[in-house]
């Protein structure tokens, strides 16, 4: 008989741990936390450089006058300023969703240059010591122009076509200063001028995250300068009386291929768990 209870007093202490077991919750799973990158927060203020080169025309209209004002001879032709360019940049961006809205400035230091000559035939801008017998020598001009400097104030509007690569237009106003150097006559008399004019800009870009706070950008600028002009009274004798008065009145434009880096002072990364 004590064996008989002892028997049955295990299997009730069986029976009962494993009712006891199963009436307790399961224990809950917890899976580690997930970190999810949701892409670069693009809002915020940045400074930045620049280098590129710069394809520049100047599209002028050289004219040499007598002491009347009449115009004796015109000479129309189109100059390169091509060179390097390098600056710096600072702006601010606003980010909505996919979209980016920003403004920027920026100043760029430039080689671009240029020159050209022709020159006004025997006879057509000099009398001689005889009218008709002796005519007047013909006279040499060379005209020489540089782009010292430019800037411009832009707005930007673009999209990210993932959160880190953003397409972009731009364009506002762009401002810069060009030097002429001419030169005029067998015994040759020069002058210089410089013009700071203020035009606009049109262009594109790509800009794309490199790592932390870091952004790169290839950016493409169409530059409008407007005209730069100049005169220049010389000591040559000119046909029809007085002396002759070089003119000149140049368009200046500028198509720009640069890259860039920038850096981004706020918080590089928008983040979730």
């Known amino acids: 008989m004590k064996r008989i209870f002892i028997g049955i007093a295990a299997i009730a202490c069986l029976l009962t741990t494993g009712a006891f077991a199963a009436d307790l919750a399961a224990r809950p799973y917890t899976k580690a936390p997930v970190y999810v990158d949701a892409g670069y ?3 915020g203020f940045y400074v930045g450089g620049n280098i590129g080169y710069s394809w520049g025309r100047s599209n002028d209209t050289s004219t040499l006058t007598n002491g009347a004002g ?41 080689d671009e240059k240029g020159s050209r000559a022709f ?93 932390g706070n870091w952004t790169a950008k290839l950016e493409y600028l169409y530059v409008d300068l407007g005209r730069v002009s100049g005169s220049f009274l010389t000591t040559i004798p000119a046909l029809g009386g007085g002396f002759l008065t070089s003119n000149h009145s140049s368009r200046i434009t500028d198509n720009v291929l640069r890259v860039g880096v920038n850096y981004k002072f706020s918080g590089p990364v928008v983040a979730k768990y």
């Not at 010292?148 to 880190?164: E, M, N, Q, S």
């Not at 506002?172 to 006559?185: H, Q």
């Open 119 to 211: 020159t006004c035939p025997t006879g057509i801008c000099t009398p001689g010591a005889l009218i008709l017998v002796a005519p007047g020598p013909a006279v040499p001009v060379s005209l020489s122009q540089k782009i010292d400097w430019f800037g411009t104030v832009r707005g930007r509007v673009g999209v990210l076509a993932t959160p880190k690569v953003l397409f972009y237009a731009t364009g506002g106003l762009a401002y810069g200063e060009v030097k002429t150097n001419e030169t005029i006559g067998l015994v040759p008399a020069s002058f210089s001028s410089t013009n700071t004019k203020a035009g606009y800009t049109v262009g594109a870009g790509v800009e794309g995250v490199i790592g």
């Open 70 to 110: 009449t115009v004796v001879f015109t000479s129309i032709d189109r100059t390169n300023l091509d060179g390097i360019v390098g600056g710096g940049q600072l702006g601010y961006n606003w980010q909505t969703q996919n979209w980016l809205w920003g403004l920027e400035a920026d100043i760029q230091g430039t």
């Open 41 to 43: 927060n693009w809002t």
